[in-house]
């Protein structure tokens, strides 16, 4: 997951993005929740169409696809379909419909992948202190593995 890692970026309200950056390293940088939706944002391209995807599972409500860097036997990503950056933009501004469609669709994607017998793991990482890194809700299903401590360090 992300670190913080850039100076100077003029983003948001409550920029925080200089506590504890290492110098001259570039990695991810967190995104800023507060920030308004990005429509170039990678996930918002894989629901155009614009980059492929591994696909597990889609409905009117949610996409789901393999993670290119997965940290787990299974590690998919769900995402809804609406332009929500975050958890707590969804949780906001979501209509009924959506957030049910697509709490459904994360149960769903779970079952289909047999991860319930064994258990498994959702993550949605809110902004800068968790390390978001994409700009359009995503939840994460890790299984596959005993999943260990639920936070590192
Ligand atoms: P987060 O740190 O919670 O924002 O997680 C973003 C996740 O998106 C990371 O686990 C990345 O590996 C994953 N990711 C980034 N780009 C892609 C992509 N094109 N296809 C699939 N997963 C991606």
């Known amino acids: 997951m992300a ?16 506590r504890g950056a290492p110098v001259g390293r570039f990695e991810p940088m967190p995104i800023d929740p507060t920030e308004p939706y990005d429509e170039g944002n990678i996930f918002a391209r894989i629901l155009r169409g614009e980059i492929p995807c591994k696909k597990v599972y889609e409905d009117d409500h949610a996409l789901a696809f393999h993670d290119i860097n997965p940290l787990s036997p299974t590690h998919v990503l769900v995402i809804p379909k609406g332009a ?55 939840v ?14």
Request: glycine residues 14%; contains cysteine; proline residues 5%.
């Open 140 to 153: 994460h299903i890790f299984g596959g593995r005993p999943l260990g401590p639920m936070l590192a360090g």
């Open 3 to 18: 670190i913080f890692a850039r100076l100077n970026r003029p983003r948001g309200t409550h920029n925080r993005l200089d």
């Open 84 to 138: 929500y950056v975050s958890w707590d933009d969804f949780s906001e501004r979501g209509t009924n419909e959506e957030i049910a469609g697509f709490v459904r669709a994360v149960g769903k994607v779970a079952r289909e992948c047999g991860l319930v017998a064994d258990g498994y793991r959702l993550l949605a990482n809110v902004g800068l202190d968790s390390g978001q890194e994409v700009p359009h809700l995503h």
